[in-house]
C-alpha cells in the first residue's frame, strides 16, 4: 500500500504563518484531508476537498496540493493551534483503503 | 449533528478477540453516502485505519489487519461493530469509530471520543 509522509515536528512563533506538508504518490490522484488532534481528544477534521473547511473551522486554517505533496497552512498561528496534525488520503493502489501519514506535532512559540 | 460513542472492555486478554461496539446518535446509518469507520492509535502514535463498513454490510480493510479484523453493520440499532481476533500487546491502542463521507476526498467528518484497549494478561 501507498505511504503519506510528513515532517514530524514543527514550530512557528505566535502570530506568524506556518505550512504543514504531507507527501505521497497516492495525493497525485486523490486530495489530502487534515486533521488537529489535541492531547486527549479525537480528532478534529480541519480540511477536506483540497481546501474546504467543514462549519466552525476558523479560515486561518487553509489547504492545497502540488503534485504528489499536499500542504495545511495556518495563517497567524495562535497558542490554541499546538497540537498534532494529520493528513490522510485513499490509497492510490487500492481505492477502498484510506491511509494516514504519520503526524505532525505543531509547537507555537 | 451527529455523535458517535464506541463501547468496549478496557482490557482484553492476548491471544482473545476484541470486539468494539460504535452506537451512532443524530444520523443514520442507513444512508448511502456515508461509512463507517474505525481507527485506531497506539500510545503516543499516530493513527491507523482499520475499516469501512457501508449501510449494505460492505467491508473494506487494512491489508495489514484484513486477516483479523471483521466489521459489521446493524442499521436497524444505528450500530457499527468491530472484531479484531488474536490480539496482542501490539494492538493495545485508543480505538475511535468516525463517520466517513463517500464522495470527493472521502474525509473523516465526526468521531467518538475512542475507548482505550489494553492488551494484557
Known amino acids: 500500500s501507498s505511504e503519506l509522509t510528513q515532517d514530524s515536528a514543527v514550530s512557528v512563533a505566535l502570530g506568524q504563518t506556518v505550512t504543514i506538508r504531507c507527501q505521497g504518490d497516492?495525493?497525485?490522484?486523490?486530495?489530502a484531508n487534515w486533521y488537529q488532534q489535541k492531547p486527549g481528544q479525537a480528532p478534529v477534521l480541519l480540511i477536506y476537498?483540497?481546501?474546504i473547511r467543514p462549519s466552525g473551522i476558523p479560515d486561518r486554517f487553509s489547504g492545497s496540493a502540488s503534485g504528489s505533496t499536499g500542504s495545511l497552512t495556518i495563517s497567524g498561528a495562535q497558542a490554541d493551534d499546538e497540537a498534532d496534525y494529520y493528513c490522510n488520503s485513499r490509497d492510490s493502489s487500492a481505492s477502498h483503503v484510506r491511509i494516514f501519514g504519520g503526524g505532525t506535532r505543531l509547537t507555537v512559540l | 449533528q451527529v455523535q458517535l460513542q464506541e463501547s468496549g472492555p478496557g482490557l482484553v486478554q492476548p491471544s482473545e478477540t476484541l470486539s468494539l461496539i460504535c452506537s451512532v446518535s443524530?444520523?443514520?446509518?442507513?444512508?448511502?453516502?456515508?461509512?463507517w469507520a474505525w481507527i485506531r492509535q497506539s500510545p503516543g502514535k499516530g493513527l491507523q485505519w482499520i475499516a469501512n463498513?457501508?449501510?449494505?454490510?460492505?467491508?473494506y480493510y487494512n491489508p495489514s489487519l484484513k486477516s483479523r479484523a471483521l466489521a459489521s453493520i446493524d442499521t436497524s440499532k444505528n450500530d457499527f461493530f468491530l472484531r479484531l481476533t488474536s490480539v496482542t500487546a501490539a494492538d493495545t491502542a485508543i480505538y475511535f469509530c468516525?463517520?466517513?463521507?463517500?464522495?470527493?476526498?472521502?474525509?473523516?467528518?465526526?468521531w467518538g471520543r475512542g475507548t482505550l484497549v489494553t492488551v494484557s494478561s
Open positions: 468516525a463517520r466517513g463521507i463517500g464522495s470527493g476526498s472521502y474525509p473523516f467528518d465526526n
Open positions: 443524530g444520523g443514520s446509518t442507513s444512508y448511502s453516502r456515508y461509512h
Open positions: 476537498n483540497k481546501n
Open positions: 463498513v457501508l449501510y449494505n454490510g460492505n467491508t
Open positions: 497516492s495525493l497525485r490522484t486523490y486530495s
